[in-house]
T-cell receptor, first 112, second 112 residues
Framework: GEDVEQSLFLSVREGDSSVINCTYT??????LYWYKQEPGAGLQLLTY?????DMKQDQRLTVLLNKKDKHLSLRIADTQTGDSAIYFC????????????FGKGTHLIIQP | DAEITQSPRHKITETGRQVTLACHQT?????MFWYRQDLGHGLRLIHY???????NKGEVSDGYSVSRSNTEDLPLTLESAASSQTSVYFC???????????FGEGSRLTVL
């Protein structure tokens, strides 16, 4: 069954912060990833966090990892229209390194 | 620059026909993957390969097959296309197991 959960939609005003949340059931992943998919394109790696870290910051992006609650979040500061996309949380699949398991993706909608 | 390319980008076919989607990467990655993306399901793993002559079934492998005769290519074949296989298909590759995936631009397949 599904072991990576995300909300399907998030709507924010331009300039505000966006927080996209992800929960997972299997804590064996070494890395956890955030991918971004723009319309009509493939997925591109946005950022990642090593499983022994609590936080990672990269310019406007902040990733928070709560291993106890198996919760991962992506915060985008000063959200711009170019941030409009689908954001996927992903973790290493269980039982070996057979690809990544993805959440269903969160559509980030930017209101002017 | 190294890259991963998929072809065709768009295809319309009829139920029962055989269809092959091509995936070619120039990074010399050993690991290659095929996913399908559907609304409400996110990305689901179809097949994957860890190297030449190696193929493995993913979560939704029924009705699909792959072959790996060289490092660069992992073609995906639908032996007898069904309407349920209408989807967007993404090929990906990775230099290390469980690591970052690099995605192609996707192939949109419509089965009538």
């Amino acid at each position: 069954g599904e072991d990576v959960e995300q909300s399907l939609f998030l709507s924010v005003r331009e300039g505000d912060s966006s927080v996209i949340n992800c929960t997972y059931t299997d804590s064996s992943s070494t890395y956890l990833y955030w991918y971004k998919q723009e319309p009509g394109a493939g997925l591109q790696l946005l950022t990642y966090i090593f499983s022994n870290m609590d936080m990672k910051q990269d310019q406007r992006l902040t990733v928070l990892l709560n291993k106890k609650d198996k919760h991962l979040s992506l915060r985008i500061a000063d959200t711009q229209t170019g941030d409009s996309a689908i954001y996927f949380c992903a973790k290493t699949s269980g039982g070996g390194a057979d690809g990544l398991t993805f959440g269903k993706g969160t559509h980030l909608i930017i209101q002017p | 620059d190294a890259e991963i390319t998929q072809s065709p980008r768009h295809k319309i076919t009829e139920t029962g026909r055989q269809v092959t989607l091509a995936c070619h990467q120039t990074w010399n990655h050993n690991n290659m993957f095929w996913y399908r993306q559907d609304l409400g399901h996110g990305l689901r793993l179809i097949h994957y390969s860890y190297g030449v002559q190696d193929t493995n079934k993913g979560e939704v492998s029924d009705g699909y097959s792959v072959s790996r005769s060289n490092t660069e290519d992992l073609p995906l074949t639908l032996e007898s296309a069904a309407s349920s296989q209408t989807s967007v298909y993404f090929c990906a590759s990775s230099p290390v197991q469980g690591g970052e995936l690099f995605f192609g631009e996707g192939s949109r397949l419509t089965v009538l």
